[in-house]
């Protein structure tokens, strides 16, 4: 990738997995469905069962060959969030609440201003955490033991 096309990637993205959007421009203008997937290298994103087009593959090892209906990506700036209040699309704006939570806001004309919370799907693992302690990970003794004592100073190294 070249530094131009670097440059037009989005670095601060508004648009998450899991987003309800319309879509604003294209032949399903007008619709709403949720984020698949976000292609962030491309500065698109896969909206469920939008935009689908046929797409001829061809017979190899292990899978058959045919004409199959794909979703195609879209460009981000052909969707908007969905407001969760008046339905209708909006941008996205950042606000800080007086805890300290950041949140997304829905903002622009004929925006409610109110929260749009974060997607569930966002919180699911694809993959599990490991339950088991595995051969390169440190014991929990070894872990626990203290090595360091602050009152009397011992276990500081001699710098």
């Known amino acids: 990738m070249g530094w131009k096309s670097y440059q037009k990637l989005i670095h601060q993205w508004r648009i998450l ?29 896969i909206v469920e069962g939008k ?14 060959g045919g004409i199959f209906t794909v979703e195609a990506p879209l460009h981000v700036s052909n969707v908007q969030v969905v407001d969760p209040v008046t339905g209708k699309p909006t941008k996205v704006g950042i606000r ?23 997607p569930e799907i966002l919180k699911i693992r694809t993959t599990p955490r490991p339950t088991v302690a595995g051969p390169k990970d440190t014991p929990l ?19």
Do not use: F, W
């Open 96 to 118: 800080y609440l007086e805890d300290g939570s950041k949140v997304r806001v829905s903002r622009g004309i004929g925006a409610s201003g109110s929260i749009i919370p974060r």
């Open 17 to 45: 997995r899991g987003d309800n959007v319309m879509i604003t421009r294209g032949k399903d203008k007008g619709e709403t469905g949720v984020v698949k997937r976000v292609v962030r290298s491309q500065n698109r994103v």
């Open 51 to 64: 935009n689908l087009v046929k797409k001829h593959i061809k017979q190899g090892q292990g899978h058959e």
């Open 141 to 159: 003794e070894v872990v626990m033991e203290r090595t360091y004592d602050p009152k009397t100073g011992k276990g500081m190294p001699d710098l």
